[in-house]
């Protein structure tokens, strides 16, 4: 795995498919960023933060104007405090009303920046990443939350936690890309050292993700069922553990690891978990209208 310094156009897993959603060109790429910003009430920070990433992945000069505008974009809409707002009640899964923020566009966001500001030429994002991350060491921000094993990085910060374990992850490679980053050496020893926590908490209630068959859990919120991993999002935290293990290793991501690629390969785990996940969408069904401002 490529130190981010060291490969600006590398990320932690592959997103071009985020940026060529509507084709392989720039130009298709320039009608998707277009429409995932065209209304900043419906905009999604992570879908334009991820079609940024994805765009520098595929390493070709003709997409970078489309990086270029990504970090235009997150330029205009970082507030002073470095967040980057949803402005749209969550449409499925989990209660939040706007304004509401996430880690993971946190953590994103500094991992694109530190990139961008290489290969755009623009050091002047390198301060923007950091302090895009700065909400992941602040408990202010309401996106950490103090566990007996140390702190969890919410991308949804419900009022009861959720604990969604991609999204956490995800967070936490924001912060281990600004500790490597040229920021003010004190912000960058506090990302590392919140990172260093943060894999401690990973590594220390990673059982609480593991399920029947080797199979894995979306998140710890309290739904009416168990909220588990669809094959695609199993298939993610194999491979964000697996990342995480290579660039802080610990013996608790062993046995998870062992068991989650052993079930991704049984037609017998797979199976029970779709049918686990159906059920649930059943009784948390994936779409609701999206209520308008004031309603």
């Known amino acids: 795995?490529?130190?981010?310094?060291?490969?600006?156009?590398a990320y932690w897993f592959d997103l071009r498919d985020k940026a060529t959603h509507l084709g392989p060109s720039p130009a298709d790429g320039v009608a998707e960023l277009a429409r995932l910003t065209a209304d900043r009430e419906r905009a999604n920070p992570v879908f334009v933060l991820q079609f940024g990433l994805g765009a520098l992945q595929m390493r070709d000069p003709a997409w970078l104007g489309n990086v270029a505008r990504v970090a235009d974009w997150v330029e205009r809409e970082q507030d002073a405090g470095g967040l980057l707002a949803y402005r749209f009640a969550f449409p499925h899964t989990f209660p939040l009303e706007p304004p509401w923020f996430s880690s993971m566009a946190q953590g994103e966001a500094g991992s694109f920046l530190v990139r961008a500001a290489q290969v755009l030429d623009r050091p002047h994002l390198v301060e923007l990443a950091g302090r895009a991350v700065v909400p992941l060491l602040r408990e202010s921000s309401g996106l950490i939350v103090r566990t007996p094993e140390g702190p969890a990085l919410e991308e949804y910060p419900t009022a009861t936690p959720s604990f969604v374990l991609n999204g956490w992850i995800t967070s936490l490679f924001g912060l281990y890309d600004v500790a490597h980053a040229p920021v003010d050496p004190p912000l960058a020893r506090e990302a590392a050292a919140a990172f260093a926590a943060g894999v401690d908490?990973?590594?220390?209630?990673?059982?609480?993700?593991?399920?029947?068959?080797?199979?894995s859990r979306y998140d710890l919120y309290p739904h009416p069922l168990v909220n588990v991993a669809s094959p695609s999002y199993h298939r993610l935290h194999i491979g964000h553990l697996g990342t995480?293990?290579?660039?802080?290793?610990?013996?608790?991501f062993a046995a998870p690891l062992r068991e989650w690629e052993r079930a991704s390969r049984s037609p017998a785990a797979?199976?029970?978990?779709?049918?686990?996940?159906?059920?649930?969408?059943?009784?948390?069904?994936?779409?609701?209208?999206?209520?308008?401002?004031?309603?």
Do not use: H
């Open 1 to 9: 795995m490529s130190v981010p310094s060291l490969d600006p156009y």
């Open 201 to 215: 908490a990973v590594a220390a209630r990673i059982g609480l993700y593991r399920l029947a068959l080797g199979w």
């Open 244 to 252: 995480l293990n290579a660039l802080a290793p610990r013996p608790e």
């Open 270 to 295: 797979r199976t029970l978990a779709v049918t686990r996940k159906v059920a649930f969408r059943l009784v948390r069904p994936r779409w609701r209208q999206i209520r308008t401002r004031g309603a």
